[in-house]
T-cell receptor
Framework: DQQVKQNSPSLSVQEGRISILNCDYT??????FLWYKKYPAEGPTFLIS?????DKNEDGRFTVFLNKSAKHLSLHIVPSQPGDSAVYFC???????????FGAGTILRVKS | NAGVTQTPKFRVLKTGQSMTLLCAQD?????MYWYRQDPGMGLRLIHY???????AKGEVPDGYNVSRLKKQNFLLGLESAAPSQTSVYFC????????????????FGDGTRLSIL
């Protein structure tokens, strides 16, 4: 019973174009959502987050969108760069909780 | 800045052997976590701690024990290793302030790759 789902195992994008990574969740008690980036042989690195009271958060080339009614969030990377090639994990936290639930991850490949 | 440090980085065990994975953080974080990552399954929470001397079970706690004797250290133990425990183990820590800064990310170490034969 996966509460956080990343339905695309992989995504390939041309350098300079937009990368869109998607994440769906089922638990309506989630109030905080995060994206992590992971390179091989390294730990996940925090990328960007969004609170459930917002529908958009930007940080440079990275933007996260939250659609609460659809229980869907997405990460947009514009423009995509070869260094963005990594595994991206979506994670969610329950209101008043301290534990994260992770999706299975999406492998992003940015081709130069 | 060291952040979260995990030791060892790699280890091979035989079935039935025991070992302890060490996690140390230098950010004065209250909360610490142990996860395992398996192919196609993302990260799953094994145990966590909300402060020195406290521990709690996560999603997949069976076969593991933990201890938090010092605020900066969180130990994960395997008493009798099984092949199903072959995985990459990640430790994380986070700052918690529910009133002023309630939303804080977890910070991860680089992992321990554990193989059990």
């Amino acid at each position: 019973d996966q509460q956080v789902k990343q339905n695309s195992p992989s995504l390939s994008v041309q350098e300079g174009r937009i990368s869109i990574l998607n994440c769906d969740y089922t638990n309506s008690m989630f109030d905080y959502f995060l994206w992590y980036k992971k390179y091989p042989a390294e730990g996940p690195t925090f990328l960007i987050s969004i609170s459930s009271i917002k529908d958009k958060n930007e940080d440079g080339r990275f933007t996260v969108f939250l659609n609460k009614s659809a229980k869907h969030l997405s990460l947009h990377i514009v423009p995509s760069q070869p260094g963005d090639s990594a595994v991206y994990f979506c994670a969610a936290r329950e209101e008043y909780g301290n534990k994260l639930v992770f999706g299975a991850g999406t492998i992003l490949r940015v081709k130069s | 800045n060291a952040g979260v440090t995990q030791t060892p980085k790699f280890r091979v065990l035989k079935t039935g052997q025991s070992m302890t994975l060490l996690c140390a953080q230098d950010m004065n974080h209250e909360y610490m976590y142990w996860y395992r990552q398996d192919p196609g399954m993302g990260l799953r929470l094994i145990h966590y701690s909300v402060g020195e001397g406290t521990t709690a079970k996560g999603e997949v706690p069976d076969g593991y024990n933990v201890s938090r004797l010092k605020k900066q250290n969180f130990l994960l133990g395997l008493e009798s290793a099984a092949p199903s425990q072959t995985s990459v183990y990640f430790c994380a820590s986070s700052y918690v302030d529910r009133w002023i800064r309630p939303n804080q990310p977890q910070h991860f170490g680089d992992g321990t790759r554990l193989s059990i034969l």
